[in-house]
């Protein structure tokens, strides 16, 4: 399966200033999907990237996919304490026999300062 | 339109003992999924069904792990024996069949601690 490396493992910030996680691949990907998974909580599911250089805003998130296909990035401007948690890039296996599996990089935690 | 549902929501064992998990996805939802995560890592995929019918359980732990989704609705995921190692987050999702994979939506696990 589609194996993908996350960056960095932790994130500390000030409330108010940016925050920037990354997900490569050393092959290339069919799409990449985020989630955000908040302290005790479950898998969200925030977005689905499938085209190169895909950019995509939700509010202050900023989501990339790579011209190649090998790399994404989630960017959130001005954290706020309500963006703790965990975000995870996942890549979704769209053939074969392991169709619709998910396979998960190992996660970006952000903590906030107010 | 209802979430995921799991139950139970904690369990705590002692080691070579069983337990259960029990998961009932979204209505309508052909595709569900048993994901298990470990403190500090990304969820890891157990087993897949598709309707009643297994798609992958390549990495399911067949010597102790067993999943059933027999009505091709609600599931059960089973361990037995629990071993120290077990101890993790089980996460149920399940998607909407489709040409195109859809979305997976989460329950809120079962926290398995084995002692």
């Known amino acids: 399966g589609q194996q993908v490396m996350q960056i960095p493992q932790y994130q500390h910030v000030q409330e108010g200033e940016d925050f920037t996680t990354y997900c490569n691949s050393s092959?290339?990907?069919?799409?990449i999907q985020w989630y955000k998974q908040r302290p005790g909580g479950h898998p969200v599911f925030l977005i689905q990237l499938v085209k190169s250089g895909e950019v995509k805003k939700q509010k202050r998130l900023t989501f990339q996919f790579g011209e190649a296909k090998k790399n994404s990035s989630l960017h959130i401007t001005a954290t706020q304490t309500t963006d703790v948690g965990t975000y995870f890039c996942?890549?979704?296996?769209?053939?074969?026999?392991?169709?619709?599996?998910?396979?998960f990089g190992q996660g970006t935690i952000l903590t906030v300062h107010p | 339109e209802a979430g995921v549902a799991q139950s139970p929501r904690y369990k705590i064992i002692e080691k070579r003992q069983s337990v259960a998990f029990w998961c009932n996805p979204i209505s309508g939802h052909a595709t569900l999924y048993w994901y298990q995560q470990i403190l500090g890592q990304g969820p890891k995929l157990l087993i897949q069904f598709q309707n009643n019918g297994v798609v992958d359980d390549s990495q399911l732990p067949k010597d102790r792990f067993s999943a059933e989704r027999l009505k091709g609705v609600d599931s059960t995921l089973k361990i037995q024996p629990a071993k120290l190692e077990d101890s993790a987050v089980y996460l149920c999702a399940s998607s909407p069949s489709g040409a195109i994979p859809g979305t997976q939506y989460f329950g809120p696990g079962t926290r398995l601690l084995v002692l």
């Open positions: 092959t290339t990907l069919s799409n």
């Open positions: 996942a890549v979704l296996n769209a053939g074969g026999t392991s169709y619709g599996k998910l396979t």
